[in-house]
């Protein structure tokens, strides 16, 4: 998420594209699809914690809001019933799979030669990639009512509400399953072995924020 | 200790711990907050344990690479979901067709019918037409020796396997399969296998996965950090099959349908595996072995070489 809390795009402009979309310009969708797909790939990744499956499910998201879009009631905001699709669907793929775990295995062809990564240092890429798999592979550990939230409100940095509307949960029932899901995550991860070296490095950088 | 250090104090600052890193504090609290967890030291340490987890979790989520080619594989998806919708358009016109054609012949058959017979008269003076069957009332189809023959079919999976044109191969290399499968059980056993198969070319290492319904499915190929053997559940060997009779390693592994096996390229094949769990056909391409990080999961295209050996039913 990197922290903020902003909304892709103004609603009204989804459903404008929708409208066209649903009014037989098929191209419509490639922008849809582009606007959104990180987003639900994130969503998908950080809870099913599998590069290749991710992608696999992803996509069919992908497939259904196509075959789905004449249903979508238009009052909604297609963010959230996208959501809803892709959290439903990586939720299901996340239970059926339950009795194998996955290493999440992040070097699969294709994903870690982004131009943005190409620029990067490679050890501070490799280092990152490390950190971002032990993430992982504690959100795995957690319960997964907890990861939904959690990969909401961070992986796609979701607000609270809209967390509530995406789940079709209360407000107040999403803020006690953060909470909690957070205080999970951080016994966890305090119990990691890697997270000593991470939080070494980290208060170290935050020192030097403080004091610039 | 200060009143001020009692738990419940402290678990109330726990929920301004999370706020304080959702920058939801104003910057009197954030002092009070300090200024508290300076002297307390489980708040420090509630405090910087949570600030870990919270930078954690926004790293990464901030650096999660989305692969290149989704927009691809979901064009992809979405022509292959046309295409069936359109089979399963012209499926239904068909069978509304053929339903439509068996009732007319039901109502046919049933009609009323002029029947020859032999009255009988019952004890209490009724009497009981016994229709004779007439040759159009007759059932059709199977015959006793016929039924007696499917039924071993019907009952044993392997029988039926065979019926069905699966993939099998009655003479499996037992010992070796023993040892792929006891030594790919976790990421570490898998290099105590290469370190087995040493003597072999490189690149013929050997992972073993069970598939869901318990056929034992062998992919040869290089696999990294392959952490479960079991990586293949919507993999149903019940729907792979073999067009054309396939020499892999010397044996012949079966014949019909799905399997396509371009001429130009000796040995190389694709299996055509339905995913039955989520709807869709995907293909397993197959070579001569190479490093196939992407046959964790089988039903991926990927250069990966698959072998059904034995059908591990009791």
Request: overall charge neutral.
């Amino acid at each position: 998420m990197s922290g903020e809390r902003e909304r892709v795009a103004a609603p009204d402009d989804d459903l404008l594209i929708v409208q066209r979309f649903l009014r037989g310009d098929v191209a419509a969708f490639d922008i849809l699809f582009a606007r959104y797909q990180d987003y639900v790939y994130h969503i998908v990744f950080g809870i099913i914690g599998n590069a290749e499956e991710a992608r696999d499910i992803s996509q069919e998201v992908f497939v259904t809001v196509y075959r789905s879009l004449p249903k979508f009631r238009q009052s909604a905001r297609f963010a959230t019933w996208l959501y809803r699709i892709a959290v439903n669907r990586a939720v299901d793929a996340a239970r059926g799979s339950r009795r194998w775990r996955f290493l999440p295995i992040m070097d699969v062809a294709g994903i870690g030669d982004r131009p943005a990564d190409r620029d990067e240092e490679p050890d501070l890429v490799f280092e990152r990639t490390e950190e971002r798999e032990s993430v992982q592979r504690i959100l795995m550990d957690c319960p997964i009512n907890h990861r939904e939230v959690l990969v909401l409100f961070y992986y796609r940095g979701l607000s609270v509400e809209e967390i509530a509307e995406t789940l079709s949960c209360s407000i107040s029932a999403i803020k006690v399953r953060l909470h909690r899901a957070r205080k999970v995550f951080r016994d966890l991860y305090e119990a990691s072995p890697e997270r000593k070296h991470a939080s070494e490095r980290d208060r170290a950088q935050r020192a030097v924020n403080d004091a610039s | 200790m200060p009143a001020e250090y009692s738990s419940a104090c402290c678990d109330r600052r726990e929920l301004q711990i999370q706020n304080y890193l959702d920058a939801c504090l104003s910057a009197v609290e954030i002092a009070d907050l300090k200024a508290h967890a300076s002297a307390c030291p489980a708040c420090s340490h509630a405090l910087n344990s949570a600030g870990d987890a919270h930078l954690a979790l926004c790293n990464a989520a901030a650096s999660l690479p989305v692969p290149g080619d989704l927009y691809s594989g979901f064009a992809a998806k979405l022509q292959q979901d046309k295409k069936q919708s359109l089979g399963l358009y012209s499926f239904g016109r068909a069978s509304l067709g053929l339903a439509a054609a068996a009732c007319l012949a039901m109502l046919w058959f049933h009609r009323p019918v002029t029947t020859t017979g032999t009255i009988l008269q019952t004890s209490d003076g009724h009497n009981k037409q016994v229709a004779a069957i007439g040759p159009q009332m007759m059932p059709s189809g199977v015959s006793t020796e016929e039924s007696q023959s499917l039924a071993p079919h019907t009952n044993s999976k392997s029988k039926r396997s065979v019926a069905a044109g699966e993939a099998y191969t009655p003479t499996p290399t037992i010992r070796q399969v023993q040892l792929q499968v006891s030594a790919s059980r976790s990421e570490r056993q898998v290099h105590n296998a290469k370190q087995v198969l040493a003597g072999q070319p490189a690149g013929l290492a050997r992972i073993t996965s069970l598939s869901s319904n318990r056929k034992l499915m062998v992919s040869a190929g290089v696999v990294n950090r392959y952490q479960n053997p079991e990586v293949s559940p919507s993999l149903s060997a019940a729907t792979v099959a073999l067009s054309h009779p396939l020499v892999a390693n010397g044996k012949t592994m079966g014949k019909d349908t799905t399997i396509t096996m371009p001429p130009a390229a000796s040995g190389e094949f694709a299996l055509v595996v339905q995913d039955d769990v989520r709807g869709f056909t995907s293909e397993v391409r197959g070579c001569v072995v190479a490093d196939s990080r992407e046959d964790r999961r089988l039903n991926s295209s990927a250069d990966v070489h698959v072998e059904v050996l034995r059908d591990s039913d009791p």
